[in-house]
């Protein structure tokens, strides 16, 4: 039982590239988020989805986009990297909306040049 | 607006004193209330929630927290620290029926051996 796993675990991109963070999780949980987190602002929601085949906006949805793929598998793909991009990316699960606790993943630290 | 504050950015404490980190919160719905660490590198760990019911909660590795209504605060505490415990802690909050945490922008503890 991994738990949330999250692809790769480091990068490093030019301003105007694209990448997708990949987040898969075991659990069998019907919810999945992606937080962003910056020095001094705790964590921040991006995206998130409540279940599969659905996805809504967080609190900072601009420049990012995302896929719920299946149960399991939930990324988060940045079509044209900027340096206010540059932070750490959680992706996160849930049996289902706050009642449930969030399992979180072990990170992407992503630095746009 | 809703928001979630910790006052404190860093605390140090001796190993073996008791800790207290603060959290207030402004929420118009009835609160859910959570505390979760996160060790250097890692992703965040649950401590523990409050949901309703009695108001002081346990949670795990030792740590409590007492919701106060009337103070809209729900702080954290533990009688002994541990040289383990170093680590950042963030309090969030959600209410019931949506999907979204607010969360702190956390305190980061040192504690001295």
């Known amino acids: 039982n991994a738990g949330v796993t999250q692809t790769p675990k480091f990068q490093v991109l030019k301003t105007g590239q694209s990448m997708t963070l990949q987040c898969a999780q075991d659990?069998?949980?019907?919810?999945m988020y992606w937080y962003r987190q910056d020095p001094g602002m705790g964590l921040r929601l991006i995206y998130y989805?409540?279940?599969?085949?659905?996805?809504d906006k967080g609190e900072v949805p601009n420049g990012y986009n995302v896929s719920r793929l299946n149960k399991r598998e939930f990324s988060l793909r940045l079509e044209s990297a900027a340096p206010s991009q540059t932070s750490v990316y959680f992706c996160?699960?849930?049996?289902?909306?706050?009642?449930?606790?969030?399992?979180f993943g072990p990170g992407t630290r992503l630095t746009v040049l | 607006a809703q928001s979630v504050t910790q006052p404190d950015i860093h605390i140090t404490v001796s190993e073996g004193a008791s800790l207290e980190l603060r959290c207030n919160y402004s929420?118009?719905?009835?609160?859910?209330l959570f505390w979760y660490v996160q060790s250097p590198g890692q992703g965040l760990q649950l401590l523990l929630k409050?949901?309703?019911?009695?108001?002081l909660v346990q949670g795990i590795k030792g740590f409590e927290a007492e919701f106060k209504r009337s103070q809209s605060s729900f702080n954290l505490r533990k009688p002994s620290v541990h040289w383990s415990d170093a680590a950042e802690y963030f309090c969030?909050?959600?209410?019931?029926?949506?999907?979204?945490?607010?969360f702190g922008t956390g305190t980061r503890l040192k504690v001295l051996a």
């Open positions: 996160a699960s849930s049996e289902g909306g706050l009642a449930g606790r969030q399992f």
């Open positions: 929420y118009g719905a009835t609160p859910y």
């Open positions: 409050y949901f309703s019911g009695d108001t």
């Open positions: 659990m069998n949980h019907n919810s």
């Open positions: 969030a909050v959600g209410s019931s029926g949506t999907y979204k945490y607010i």
């Open positions: 989805s409540a279940s599969e085949g659905t996805t």
